[in-house]
């Protein structure tokens, strides 16, 4: 089974602190990503990264930044975290399988529930 | 507008009920269909994968894809107090691309 690990379930950060979030996955998928998940948004892509120290810009990316040293780990970083990016994180792996055998869905962790005060 | 829809719910249901979730999508070049489903406060996991149009039984899931409607369903036969979750479509286009295009979810609530 794939597992995708994420460092903290819960988090409470103040504003202006930087905020590390981390992900492991231990199935040697080439795709990573971060989500973040809001009520009535849906899940929407910060980042994601193809390879290791290869990044690609999401759809929402202005505030966070992304590391990939290794290939089963991804880290999302918020240099100085702000109150509006209280929110559920994802983070996603896939492989570079083949679509119409359905072997490069994306599995998800858990999710880390940050909150900025 | 949105690329995807889907209604946010809630949706109740006696248990035992067959319950039908649904998508709608503006993009034709979508191929794959996918249905994730999540419980409250842990990340989604995935239920159901379709690509094209057709249907795809697995159990007591139904997925089926319209894609002269852009139109896409999951239904769940015999539903069970345990499948009270949120539903998210999501989809993508062709093979390779990594970005998937989800649905805002539909929380279902199978009521005992």
């Known amino acids: 089974d794939v597992k995708v690990t994420q460092s903290s379930r819960y988090l409470v950060k103040r504003t202006g602190e930087k905020v590390f979030l981390e992900c492991v996955q231990d199935m040697d998928h080439e795709n990573m990503f971060w989500y973040r998940q809001d009520p009535g948004l849906g899940l929407r892509l910060i980042y994601f990264s193809y390879d290791v120290k290869m990044k690609e810009k999401g759809d929402i990316p202005e505030g966070y930044s992304v590391s990939r040293e290794k290939k089963e780990r991804f880290s999302l970083i918020l240099e100085s975290a702000s109150t509006n990016q209280t929110s559920m994180y994802l983070c996603?792996?896939?492989?570079?399988?083949?679509?119409?055998?359905?072997?490069?869905?994306?599995?998800f962790g858990p999710g880390t529930r940050l909150t900025v005060l | 507008q949105k690329e995807v829809e889907q209604d946010p719910g809630p949706l109740s249901v006696p248990e035992g009920a067959i319950v039908s979730l649904n998508c709608t999508y503006s993009?034709?070049?979508?191929?794959?269909f996918m249905w994730y489903r999540q419980y409250s406060r842990k990340g989604p996991e995935l239920l159901m994968y379709t690509y094209s149009s057709g249907n795809k039984e697995d159990g007591r899931f139904t997925a089926q894809v319209d894609k002269s409607s852009k139109y896409i369903s999951l239904f769940i036969r015999d539903s069970q107090p345990s499948d009270s979750a949120t539903y998210l479509c999501a989809m993508s286009t062709t093979s390779g691309t990594y970005k998937y295009i989800f649905g805002t979810g539909t929380r279902l609530k199978v009521l005992a």
């Open positions: 996603a792996s896939s492989s570079l399988g083949d679509s119409a055998q359905a072997t490069d869905t994306q599995y």
């Open positions: 993009n034709s070049a979508f191929q794959y």
